[in-house]
């Protein structure tokens, strides 16, 4: 119903930075709020930022004064500037949405609540 489709992954030294990039596509009547979490092998997917359709942000704390989240609500895309990367940044990135899309067609077309995660993302910090 809703494709979210990623970019921007790939392999940085200490210190360096990368940005993200979420581009949603589908039946979208509007999208919510938006977020990035990352699951680093043998640990569960954590959330790292996210924001509002009103682009209020919140951030956990190992990506505060690093990371900036942004949205473009005509592109229905949400980007993560990473920057001052570390090696404990490596992980798979995922992309995360609050969706209402349309289901059903002329009289029987509704918006219906749809929770969107994209496939992925590898971040890789290393020397």
């Known amino acids: 119903q809703v494709q979210l489709v990623e970019s921007g992954g790939g392999l940085v030294q200490p210190g360096g930075s990368l940005r993200l990039s979420c581009a949603a596509s589908g039946r979208i009547f509007r999208i919510n709020d938006m977020g990035w979490y990352r699951q680093a092998p043998g640990k569960q997917r954590e959330l790292v930022a996210a924001i509002t359709s009103g682009s209020m942000t919140n951030y956990a704390d190992s990506a505060k004064g690093r990371f900036t989240i942004s949205r473009d609500n005509a592109k229905n895309t949400v980007y993560l500037q990473m920057n001052s990367l570390k090696p404990e940044d490596t992980a798979v990135y995922y992309c995360?949405?609050?969706?209402?899309?349309?289901?059903?067609?002329?009289?029987?077309?509704?918006?219906?609540?749809?929770?969107?995660w994209g496939q992925g993302t590898q971040v890789t910090v290393s020397s």
């Open positions: 995360n949405a609050d969706v209402r899309i349309y289901t059903g067609y002329g009289g029987s077309m509704r918006v219906t609540a749809y929770d969107s």
